[in-house]
């Protein structure tokens, strides 16, 4: 089956630097990704719509500053998480699209001191 | 708009018990149905899915009915073995909300031996 891969699995940074996660669609094209982030014990929340070549769409609420979503090319989207916060701190899940379906990566735990 | 109702867990039965996870929707147009299952330490996965009323979807044992009188989407699994645990997501998608994935908010299932 297809499969997405997230890098890094787990981070842990100090208050103020920025983290930059990778999601990457291994063995198909997408030219649509999504962000969600999961809070523990809650659902995922969708925070936006990664698609190549152009801007991202972000959820309402969502700082489209605080999380710059780069889409460069059909296997790779990434999501920069600026100045970050202890409140950033959450599983940050992407999520590839191929035709009807969506392929989910395995999470990356940011944790900001 | 969209929105999942499930049930809170966490669920905790005996192997070779009977499951059932009770999710309703609330949608706009006629939403596809799905429910993912994340493993520990997993990204999550597509585990059934069902596109129109009376639809049954089913994998691994586990079936669910797409109910549009009662709109519900109930998961159930008639003996679960330990290999079971996990959290399970009901889902929906519909033309409404541009296709994207509106999850519930997880039930966590732990099967003991």
């Known amino acids: 089956g297809a499969v997405v891969s997230q890098h890094p699995s787990w981070v842990i940074c100090k208050s103020g630097t920025s983290v930059k996660i990778e999601c990457r669609s291994l063995?198909?094209?997408?030219?649509?990704m999504f962000w969600y982030r999961q809070f523990p014990k809650q659902s995922l929340m969708l925070m936006a719509t990664s698609n190549e070549g152009s801007k991202a769409t972000y959820e309402q609420g969502v700082e489209k500053d605080k999380f710059l979503i780069n889409h460069a090319s059909l296997t790779l989207s990434t999501l920069t998480v600026t100045s970050a916060h202890p409140e950033d701190s959450s599983f940050y899940i992407c999520?590839?699209?191929?035709?009807?379906?969506?392929?989910f990566g395995p999470g990356t735990r940011l944790t900001v001191l | 708009g969209n929105s999942v109702t499930q049930m809170e867990g966490p669920v905790t039965l005996s192997e070779e018990a009977f499951l059932t996870i009770n999710c309703t929707y609330t949608?706009?147009?006629?939403?596809?149905l799905f429910w993912y299952v994340q493993y520990p330490g997993e990204g999550l996965q597509l585990l059934l899915k069902?596109?129109?009323?009376?639809d049954k979807g089913s994998n691994k044992g586990f079936e669910a009915t797409y109910r549009k009188e009662t709109t519900s989407f109930h998961l159930e699994k008639g003996s679960v073995q330990v290999s079971d645990s996990a959290v399970y997501f009901c889902a929906l998608s519909d033309y409404s909300n541009d296709y994207k994935l509106s999850f519930g908010a997880g039930t966590t299932v732990t099967v003991r031996a």
């Open positions: 069902a596109t129109k009323a009376d």
């Open positions: 999520s590839a699209r191929r035709l009807d379906l969506r392929y």
């Open positions: 949608a706009t147009g006629y939403p596809s």
């Open positions: 063995d198909f094209q997408a030219t649509t």
